[in-house]
Every structure is written in C-alpha cells, then in structure tokens.
C-alpha cells in the first residue's frame, strides 16, 4: 500500500481514519460507497467529467492518437536516442520484455520487433511468471523491458524487482511518472498520455511506437546488416497521417460493422509476425468494451486451432500479412466462410492481397498507404479499438467503464487489485 498512486490517494484522503483496504478485506464499506457513485475506472483514469451515452470519452481518447504519435516524433528521438547509446555500451546479448494485460501484448510485439531491428535473442515473458519463475540468463547481458501504462501493475514491479536483484539491465516504458515500475528500474522511458477513462488506448501504441523507435537506434548502433533502418524511420514519419487518414474515412464502416454483427457471441482475430500483437491487443479491447470472449489467433494456430468453433454467431477477422504469409491468411477466409462464420478483412489499399482479401470478405476494413510490415501495428491499434468501442455501444455498454458501471464486476476488480496495485 505504500507509494499510492493520485487516484487512490485521493480516495483515501477523503476518509480519515477509515479502515485501508487489504488482501483480507479489499473493500471496505466506505470504498464500495465510493465506487458504487462513479465507476472505478472514471476514478482510476482521474476523468473530469462521466458518461452515459455516445459519444463517450473513450471516443475522444482513440481520436488524440495520431497527434500523440506525431507529438512523439518530433519531440522524442533526441530521448530514445540517448538511452539507446547508453544500451549499446552495456553488452547486452539478450533482452526480455515483459508486461500483463495490454503492456503484456506489448510485450509480444517487442520481442517480435527488437529481435528483427536489433539482432539479439528476445524473449517476451508474462510479469507474474517471470517474477516467479525467471529463467536461466547471464544477468550481466540481459536486459528487461517492462511495460505498464499506469506504472503500478504489482505484477510487473514484481517482475522488475526480480530482474534488478538477480543483476539484469532493467527499462520500463511507461505512461505515468513517478510509478511503481519506473522505481523497479535501472532506467525509464515514459511519454505521459493522461488517458482519462476506459481501457487502455494511446497507452498501448504510444508505447509501441516507443518501442519501435528504440528498437530502430539501438539496431543502428548495433551495425544489423539487412534492416532497412532509413526506410523505417521514413515511414514511421508516416504513421500519424495514416492513422488519422483512416478516423476521417473508415469509422462509419466500423460503426456498420458492429450495427450489423451486435448479436455475435464471441469474434476469432487472426493475425501473423507482428500483427499477432494486433489481434492479442484487439481481442482485449472487443472484450473490455463490448463485453464479448474474444480470441486471437496465429495464422497457422486458426486452422489447426478454430475451425470447430467457426459459425454464423462467431465472425473471424483476418490481418492482412506481408509475405507468404499471406496464403494462409487468404485460406482462413475461405475456411471461416464455409463454417458459416461472417468475415472481416482488415487490409492495407492497393497492396496484391488486398483485392482478393476484400471480395473473399463479408466485410473490409482498409489502411492506406501500405506501411513495412513492422511498422503497421502502430495505427492497426485503432482498428480493434473503434470495433470494441462500437460493439460496445451497439450493445448497450458504456465502454469507458471496464464494467465497473456494475457493482459486482468493480468488485470483482478490487479483489485482484487491492487499492494501489493496478
């Protein structure tokens, strides 16, 4: 309970001398008050004001992204590039990143990318089994990313406490300042985005384009042969142009999908290299806001994995890959259609596949330009987060909320995060 974050101190000034929530007893009588007036996660984001109808705050937060992406290019590189200095010198011969939740997808989607840019071993590991079940490494040479967008996971302070006394480089990437995390850590990297409700948002593909950015300097530095370093760092420059390109032209077609598959059960997310972070990511965000099951799915796993749950209540989605990767992508189209399961293709315009895609397709969603492959997973955030949002408000859910509009469910949060540790 030590070293509260603002939301929580704020609630507990409020209540002198009342009894402190602990493991035993998460919620006392005054803090199931507290939550029963404003939904916890409008407290936990510090929102001004709450919601209850279209267009909820979430709405606004999906739509500051592409400036928060552009803010950070031209304001950060001169940050990333210190610290990626500073890493170069250090030996590192292995890096772990690490998160839970949205910043464990994250993760994901760093050992993916730092492995490619940077050519050291890179493993992604789950905050709560790496604090307790670290594995075998040269301390002196492994470096462990964690993420976390609040800084207070209890998990991933965990994690990074460990890593730190076993001797390891510790990074966090952070949206928070002054967090539980960052203190766990030998260095912090943090790009605040004062998210003011729901689930995570430009928490997520701030950090990913962070990551993305030192991912490409330390590479640099490194002398990788074969990354097309110039090329990526051009098109990064692109990104918030694309991600706002598609706001301006393809919400009314998200909103139409959601109208149209409201009454679904559950949504199969398929996606290959990268782009399976969009769709761990996306599958948290369609069940945080909508309030659905959703699974996400490697190309290869869908058809050895999926193909008994395909039905009419239960739509796949397909991302688009780079490669000969997209053969089978193509091929879970074919095979969800003859399951009867309603199709979605998420493509890039103008790309060889994107055609085919989009008639094999009930519905398409497209970016445009094309973007490298490891880049596209930075606007591809939007693409899931509009699609819950919509889902959620097609089906009466207020997805600002995390369900904690209904009490049972803010409990059911406040058992696994006692106050101050999420």
């Known amino acids: 309970m030590q070293h509260l974050p603002r939301w929580a101190t704020k609630l507990v000034e409020r209540h002198p001398g009342a009894e402190m929530p602990s493991r035993e007893n998460p919620i006392p009588d005054w803090l199931a008050e507290e939550s029963a007036r404003t939904p916890l996660w409008y407290v936990i984001r510090e929102a001004t004001e709450t919601r209850d109808r279209h267009p909820f705050l979430l709405h606004k937060e999906i739509h500051r ?199 679904a059960t559950s949504w199969l997310l398929v996606g290959s290299g990268p782009n399976y972070f969009s769709v761990r990511e996306g599958t948290l965000k369609i069940e945080e806001q909508a309030i659905l099951v959703a699974k996400a799915y490697r190309t290869g796993d869908f058809h050895h994995g999926a193909l008994s749950l395909v039905a009419p209540e239960r739509p796949v989605v397909v991302v688009e890959a780079a490669g000969a990767a997209n053969d089978r992508v193509v091929d879970a189209v074919r095979a969800a259609r003859e399951g009867l399961s309603p199709t979605v293709a998420v493509t890039w315009t103008g790309t060889d596949r994107a055609a085919e895609l989009a008639r094999l397709a009930d519905h398409s969603i497209a970016l445009a330009p094309p973007l490298p492959e490891l880049i596209s997973p930075i606007p591809m ?5 509009l699609l819950g949002y919509y889902l959620g408000v097609k089906r009466g859910y207020n997805p600002d909320t995390l369900r904690t509009d209904n009490p049972p469910n803010t409990r059911a949060w406040l058992t696994s995060f006692p106050l101050g540790t999420h």
């Open 65 to 263: 992204q592409p400036k928060q992406w552009r803010e950070i290019l031209d304001g950060y590189w001169p940050v990333v590039d210190r610290l990626a200095d500073e890493l170069a010198g250090l030996g590192i011969e292995r890096i772990i990143t690490t998160g839970c939740g949205s910043a464990y997808f994250t993760a994901i989607h760093g050992s993916y990318t730092l492995a490619r840019l940077t050519g050291l071993d890179a493993t992604d590991v789950e905050s709560y089994e790496l604090a307790h079940y670290f594995p075998g490494v040269e301390p002196s040479t492994t470096l462990v990313i964690g993420h976390s967008g609040t800084g207070g996971s209890i998990e991933t302070v965990q994690a990074m406490t460990a890593a730190r006394e076993r001797g390891c480089h510790t990074l966090a990437i952070t949206n928070t300042e002054d967090t539980g995390v960052g203190r766990a850590s030998d260095r912090v990297l943090t790009y605040v985005t004062s998210q003011e409700c729901g689930p995570c948002t430009s928490v997520v593909s701030t950090r990913v384009l962070l990551q993305t950015m030192l991912g490409i300097a330390l590479g640099q530095r490194r002398g990788v042969a074969g990354v097309p370093f110039d090329e990526l760092r051009s098109a990064l420059e692109d990104v918030p142009r694309v991600g706002q390109s598609f706001l301006d032209g393809s919400e009314d077609a998200i909103a139409a999908l959601a109208e149209d598959q409201q009454q």
């Open 381 to 385: 955030t939007l693409v899931f987060q």
